[in-house]
Nanobody, 116 residues
């Protein structure tokens, strides 16, 4: 059974930083493609960032230059470093893993609130 647990969400002021973590169990982590998504209240869930097993990355235009996705295969953990946070970054952030066979699994989400 594949399980993902996000952590690190918090209340932060505009311009501040947070690092989200997602611990994955039950998969061949080093071969998985990992992604972060977010969903604001009343809105559709949007793609944020992705990292492949080969550590190639991709970002949504709204977060380029501010967010960095990374992975630690020894810890089976994917991270999202968020800098220069804006109120529009407020959302529940979800971690996704896609296995080499195309199966997708999601975590429960962690709340990020950017407000003064």
């Amino acid at each position: 059974q594949v399980q993902l647990v996000e952590s690190g969400g918090d209340l932060v002021q505009p311009g501040g930083s947070l690092r989200l973590s997602c611990a994955v169990s039950g998969s061949i982590f080093s071969r998985d493609t990992l992604a972060w998504h977010r969903q604001a209240p009343g809105k559709e869930r949007d793609f944020v960032a992705l990292i492949t097993g080969g550590e190639s990355t991709n970002y949504a235009d709204s977060v380029k230059g501010r967010f960095t996705i990374s992975r630690d295969n020894a810890k089976n953990t994917v991270y999202l470093q968020m800098n220069s946070l804006k109120p529009e970054d407020t959302a529940v952030y979800y971690c996704e893993t896609r296995t080499v066979y195309g199966h997708s699994y999601w975590g429960q989400g962690t709340q990020v609130t950017v407000s003064s």
